[in-house]
């Protein structure tokens, strides 16, 4: 049998170190393998939401919940968009700052926090009890308005990628919608 010298005083089979080699190499691939799954699968880990946010896309569908017919909405909602400017800022204090507005107009602007908890993102803005005030006064008016209390996040081609869905019930007809926005970062 054919031996490795190492020093003077040992000495190892060769089909030793080349077993032990190939079962290193084995157990590297695995968990190379292994970690490039993990990465493909959890990618909030590996990139931050903090940072300032434009909004790029948007799409909305809309689904009739008595007939099941569902009608894209984008088509009517991408030209408004356009003539939008969306941003959104998240910062590493967990305070975020949002701003609306036609291109060449005032933007409006609402601050608050937000916490991350995994892919949901939860946000409580200065604005929130004129929204449920708002949401209020629709029901009033015979229009039940149940927005969400969290968004779920992801990203995707290094944009951020925002998901929500709402219900809307006006005069015994329930619709159900379908939120994705797209932002890049700016």
């Not at 941003?87 to 291109?103: E, L, P, Q, Y």
């Not at 939860?122 to 015979?142: C, F, P, V, W």
Request: charged share 25%; glycine share 6%.
């Amino acid at each position: 049998m054919t031996s490795y010298s190492i020093g003077s005083e040992f000495s190892v089979p060769i089909n030793i170190i080349y077993s032990t080699n190939k079962t290193i190499m084995i157990r590297t691939a695995a968990l190379l393998a292994i970690t490039c799954i993990l990465s493909a699968t959890t990618p909030l880990h590996s990139q931050s939401i903090v940072g300032s946010w434009t909004q790029t896309d948007i799409k909305e569908t809309m689904t009739d919940k008595s007939t099941g017919k569902t009608t894209d909405m984008a088509k009517m909602l991408k030209p408004m968009l356009q003539m939008m400017e969306n941003h959104i800022t998240f910062n590493a204090d967990h305070t975020v700052i949002s701003t609306s507005g036609f291109k060449g107009s005032a933007a409006e602007t609402d601050k608050g926090t937000y916490t991350l908890e995994g892919n949901k993102l939860i946000m409580h803005t200065d604005k929130e009890e004129q929204y449920k005030a708002e949401e209020r006064h629709l029901k009033g008016n015979s229009m039940d308005v149940k927005l969400p209390n969290f968004v779920t996040i992801e990203f995707r081609g290094g944009n951020l990628i925002m998901r929500y869905s709402s219900d809307v019930t006006e005069e015994g007809t329930t619709r159900h919608f379908d939120f994705e926005m797209t932002y890049s970062r700016r």
